[in-house]
């Protein structure tokens, strides 16, 4: 498809401090697009991104990508923490888990595609550094969420990707186990960039990383258990990081 960008300034925005080397993708959760748009070019909001991706498949430039967008918060990274400095952020307009989480519309998943496509060719960034906002920081976000069609991008050339692996019975381990299969688990969640420490307790954050592993890699279930399916498909993105 053709890409068309219409102009629609925000306030919000500053110097980078970090080269750009990461696209991180966002759902609104607002109730409307239109909501979402006043409150992202809304100077006492201090929230904005570089791109908000309509329903219809419309494009609006928010912020200049050479600019420091503010859609992180806080939020890290492989060690980083000033993921507003090093992304690009893209808000695609969806309402949801507060307002019913509906379907992602084909006209918005192609723009956003085609979006992600245009950013590539424009700047370095690492597959397995194309993220949702629950990866940089899972114990407050949700979006894109377990909705969003990550393996349809992948298709395209956009993220880093395994196929899920098939969930059956088996092992798990949940909040409260201890022990060194959860101290590994942790170092892998890790090594593939979450922000977690290897303290061997599967504890409150480590539930939440592993649901937002979930909602990106394996999302036929959320549920912040790592069963067997979570732990597999973990490994082999592991495993294929390094041609990555």
């Known amino acids: 498809m053709s890409l068309e960008i219409t102009e629609c300034p925000s306030p919000n925005h500053e110097e980078r401090r970090a080269p750009i080397d990461m696209l991180l993708l966002h759902y609104t959760g607002m109730e409307t697009g239109e909501a979402a748009r006043e409150r992202l070019c809304d100077a006492s909001a201090k929230v904005s991104a570089h791109y908000l991706v309509e329903e219809d498949g419309r494009i609006l430039r928010l912020v200049p990508e050479e600019r420091r967008a503010w859609h992180a918060g806080i939020a890290s990274w492989r060690g980083q923490s000033d993921i507003n400095s090093c992304s690009i952020g893209i808000e695609i307009v969806n309402g949801g888990h507060d307002f019913g989480y509906p379907d992602f519309a084909a006209p918005q998943i192609a723009a956003v595609e085609a979006l992600c496509l245009d950013i590539l060719t424009r700047h370095e960034i690492a ?44 092992p798990v381990l949940q909040r409260g186990d201890r022990g060194d299969t ?16 290897v ?46």
């Open 127 to 170: 597959p397995a550094r194309v993220l949702g906002h629950s990866d940089v920081a899972p114990e407050r976000k949700a979006d894109p969420g377990e909705k969003f069609p990550w393996n349809r991008l992948a298709k395209a050339g956009i993220g880093h990707w395994v196929e899920p692996q098939e969930i059956v019975d088996g």
């Open 182 to 197: 959860v101290a590994e688990l942790q170092f892998q969640l890790a090594d593939y960039g979450y922000g977690i420490e």
């Open 199 to 244: 303290l061997g307790v599967f504890d409150a954050k480590t539930e939440a990383v592993v649901r937002a592993f979930q909602r990106h890699f394996r999302q036929a279930r959320v549920d912040g258990i790592a069963d067997v399916s979570t732990v597999a498909t973990l490994r082999a993105l592991r495993d294929t990081l390094a041609g990555h």
